[in-house]
């Protein structure tokens, strides 16, 4: 168990609708990270969070969107869903945003997104 | 810009037989590198990692040196087991921030 919990595990809804992923990170963890996971994309890291801000940017759609909460929980909006946004989203956090070269990255078992 | 680069899978071998996986990196600056590991149905585990040049990262029984002259980073185990059986990613980190870039994966199928 790293840790790190990612809500609902299986999601499967309609084309056009919106969902929201959620991601607890681990005790005292104050970066989040979000990756989606595609077979024809792979990993594709989305967006980071730290402390309540946003601190890098990835290959995030317009349509997509997400935050992070005062105790540093994390969700991630996806709107309008196209059929191609089905992958597995992972969420990641790490303890420390200024020692990058050594900080580890744990990841939650991911939510499984599929859109019929 | 920055990217990783693995071989491709799947991988096929039989239990006790010799790994490597390849990995080769393009990176500004002097990345840290990492082999994560996906057992079926799980998020990415954490296998090893090293942070400079010459260093070896090493855990059960996997091994990884960071190559700065050849920008590999090659994965490699004396005995595999059916337990070793996972997609192997490896990824690296440069810059200021901590995302992870990863490699496509590679997936290892080890049979008794």
């Known amino acids: 168990d790293s840790g790190v919990t990612q809500t609902p595990k299986h999601l499967i809804t309609a084309t056009g609708q919106r969902v929201t992923l959620r991601c607890s990170p681990r005790s005292g963890d104050l970066s989040v990270y979000w990756y989606q996971q595609s077979l024809d994309q792979g990993l594709q890291f989305l967006i980071q969070y730290y402390n309540g801000e946003e601190r890098a940017k990835g290959n995030i759609l317009e349509r997509f969107s997400a935050q992070q909460f005062p105790d540093l929980h994390s969700e991630l909006n996806l709107s309008s869903l196209e059929l191609g946004d089905s992958a597995l989203y992972f969420c990641?956090?790490?303890?420390?945003?200024?020692?990058?070269?050594?900080?580890?990255?744990?990841f939650g078992q991911g939510t499984r997104l599929t859109v019929v | 810009g920055n990217s990783v680069t693995q071989m491709e899978g799947p991988v096929t071998l039989s239990e006790e037989a010799f790994l490597t996986i390849n990995c080769t990196y393009t990176?500004?600056?002097?990345?840290?590198l990492f082999w994560y590991v996906q057992y079926p149905g799980e998020g990415l585990q954490l296998l090893l990692k090293?942070?400079?040049?010459?260093d070896k990262g090493s855990n059960k029984g996997f091994e990884a040196t960071y190559r700065k002259e050849t920008t590999s980073f090659h994965l490699e185990k004396g005995s595999v087991q059916v337990s070793d059986s996972a997609v192997y990613f490896c990824a690296l980190i440069t810059g200021g921030y901590n995302k992870l870039i990863f490699g496509a994966g590679t997936r290892l199928a080890v049979h008794p």
């Open positions: 090293a942070t400079k040049a010459d």
């Open positions: 990176a500004t600056g002097y990345p840290s």
């Open positions: 990641a956090s790490s303890v420390d945003f200024g020692r990058p070269m050594n900080t580890e990255a744990f």
